[in-house]
């Protein structure tokens, strides 16, 4: 019954690696977001994909690679982790991109890097 | 600039008691104003989205207003409970462009207390 799901929930890696988080929606909807929360808890967009195109890019490393095979997925990849990467993850969905519509956030990944 | 700042950074209060959170936005071109509420370590879910010509707008106990003269918003929370522990994100969506941006505020740390 969950709507949107990520996994994992929790990843600990070191500086250099590379990872992947995973996004799931069954909403049916058509647009897809990836969000950092940092540690003072702001939340900062990064990507939205809307019909599997990559609509914003928000002054993100090109380090972080989304990656939608399908409308109801958007995986971020991560190469060569920094310590500044440490953060919370979110994905989250809504039924398109213009429009007042309800965005619906999964429940985070929270990403440490030692 | 757009920016949205929120006060206050936080509030303690009462179980039962009513309070008020601000959200002052300088966002141009508006499109719509969005209220979140997020627990610890969860996803934020969203509680009311107000568009330009909206003034107020009810949600169980919370009622959120929209001043789109002065660019201010409120989230009323009435006969507070314990639950409604949060932080609690105002979020205004930028309008026109090539892209669609969703500029998010910092913030208010709500401890309601037995």
């Known amino acids: 019954d969950t709507a949107v799901s990520q996994t994992p929930k929790y990843l600990v890696t070191q500086m250099g690696n590379d990872k992947s988080i995973k996004c799931e929606q069954n909403?049916?909807?058509?647009?897809m977001y990836w969000y950092k929360q940092d540690s003072k808890k702001f939340l900062k967009i990064m990507f939205s994909?809307?019909?599997?195109?990559?609509?914003i890019n928000e002054t993100v490393p090109n380090r972080f690679s989304p990656k939608s095979p399908d409308k109801a997925h958007l995986n971020l990849h991560i190469n060569s982790l920094e310590l500044g990467d440490s953060a919370v993850y979110f994905c989250?969905?809504?039924?398109?991109?213009?429009?007042?519509?309800?965005?619906?956030f999964g429940p985070g990944t929270r990403l440490t890097v030692t | 600039k757009n920016q949205v700042e929120q006060s206050p950074q936080s509030l303690i209060i009462l179980e039962g008691k009513n309070c008020t959170l601000q959200c002052n936005y300088t966002v141009s071109p508006f499109s719509n104003l969005r209220w979140y509420k997020q627990d610890t370590g969860r996803g934020p879910v969203s509680l009311t989205i107000m568009t330009f010509s909206e003034n107020t707008k009810s949600n169980g106990r919370y009622t959120a207003t929209l001043d789109a003269d002065t660019k201010q918003s409120s989230l009323h929370i009435t006969a507070s409970q314990l639950s409604d522990s949060a932080s609690y994100i105002c979020?205004?969506?930028?309008?026109?462009?090539?892209?669609?941006?969703?500029?998010f505020g910092t913030g208010t740390l709500l401890a309601v207390q037995p």
């Open positions: 989250a969905s809504s039924q398109g991109l213009a429009g007042p519509y309800e965005q619906y």
């Open positions: 909403l049916g909807h058509d647009t």
């Open positions: 994909y809307n019909n599997k195109e990559l609509i």
């Open positions: 979020v205004v969506r930028r309008d026109g462009g090539a892209t669609n941006k969703l500029i």
